[in-house]
């Protein structure tokens, strides 16, 4: 996450997030990475930006 931080761990501006995931050996590596904005269609980018201030829910989903 990047923005201009607040206190608590909030931010006060928009940020920038990327996602990645790990599957340590010996697994069967990542296929895919899916994320959720507030309950809105599963995405599987790695990277999203939230320019409004607001709260968000933001779930990391498997297949």
Do not use: E, K
């Not at 599957?23 to 309950?39: K, T």
């Not at 599963?42 to 320019?51: P, Y």
């Amino acid at each position: 996450m990047s923005g201009i931080a607040g206190n608590n761990g909030w931010y006060r501006s928009g940020v920038d997030a990327s996602l990645s995931a790990l599957d340590p050996d010996p697994g069967s590596g990542v296929q895919a990475i899916y994320h959720q904005l507030n309950n809105q269609p599963v995405q599987t980018s790695t990277s999203f930006s939230i320019a409004a201030l607001r709260h968000l829910r933001v779930a990391l989903c498997g297949p």
